[in-house]
T-cell receptor, first 118, second 110 residues
Framework: EPEVTQTPSHQVTQMGQEVILRCVPI?????FYWYRQILGQKVEFLVSFYNNEISEKSEIFDDQFSVERPDGSNFTLKIRSTKLEDSAMYFCASIGDRSSLYANEKLFFGSGTQLSVL | EDQVTQSPEALRLQEGESSSLNCSYTVSGLRGLFWYRQDPGKGPEFLFT???AGEEKEKERLKATLTKKESFLHITAPKPEDSATYLC???????????FGAGTRLFVKA
């Protein structure tokens, strides 16, 4: 079965540094998402992305965060100046075409990037 | 605002001991309710989508049901490999995001 690939699996950074988390969604998918999960807490929505623009974002996704699809395969999440509270597991997810989204098809999740801010 | 509340937070069962997990939800208009399984250190893995009250879906030892305010995930004769966190999630009409509950951690002892 096709899968969403995330790199790196672990990222350690110093507070105030910029990090870029990378994802390769399933090749024919059109809707892309970033979620995060702080240890022991729920999976939280950050942002959705379609047709090269943000379609929806949460309150967590402030000016320190940005997303980009620089080419036909990669989808990235950038945190400009990391804070201690950004430490979490970050999941990328994708869904297929528009009919899949509104037919409630499943989100395909990657295995995540564990971000540790020191 | 959409909300998803799951109970219990944790559930410990003996192998073969059937039980149910609860998910209460509040949405302006339900587009779909989802159940996912999450193993430690992994991303959520899709189990079911339910669209309307009265609907049921089954997969092996799992059965999901839906009412207008709740969903239940019934686990029949669980095995140790069913141990995981089970997540309930909703998407409302016209939205792009799926909102997750905090999950129920299931432990099945042999």
């Amino acid at each position: 079965e096709p899968e969403v690939t995330q790199t790196p699996s672990h990222q350690v950074t110093q507070m105030g540094q910029e990090v870029i988390l990378r994802c390769v969604p399933i090749s024919n998918h059109l809707y892309f998402y970033w979620y995060r999960q702080i240890l022991g807490q729920k999976v939280e929505f950050l942002v959705s992305f379609y047709n090269n623009e943000i379609s929806e974002k949460s309150e967590i996704f402030d000016d320190q965060f940005s997303v980009e699809r620089p080419d036909g395969s990669n989808f990235t999440l950038k945190i400009r100046s990391t804070k201690l509270e950004d430490s979490a597991m970050y999941f990328c997810a994708s869904i297929g075409d528009r009919s899949s989204l509104y037919a409630n098809e499943k989100l395909f999740f990657g295995s995540g990037t564990q971000l540790s801010v020191l | 605002e959409d909300q998803v509340t799951q109970s219990p937070e944790a559930l410990r069962l003996q192998e073969g001991e059937s039980s149910s997990l609860n998910c209460s939800y509040t949405v302006s208009g339900l587009r779909g309710l989802f159940w996912y399984r999450q193993d430690p250190g992994k991303g959520p893995e899709f189990l079911f989508t339910l669209y309307s009250a009265g609907e049921e879906k089954e997969k092996e030892r799992l059965k999901a049901t839906l009412t207008k305010k709740e969903s239940f995930l019934h686990i029949t004769a669980p095995k140790p490999e069913d141990s995981a966190t089970y997540l309930c999630a909703v998407r409302d009409t016209g939205g792009f995001k799926t909102i997750f509950g905090a999950g129920t951690r299931l432990f099945v002892k042999a």
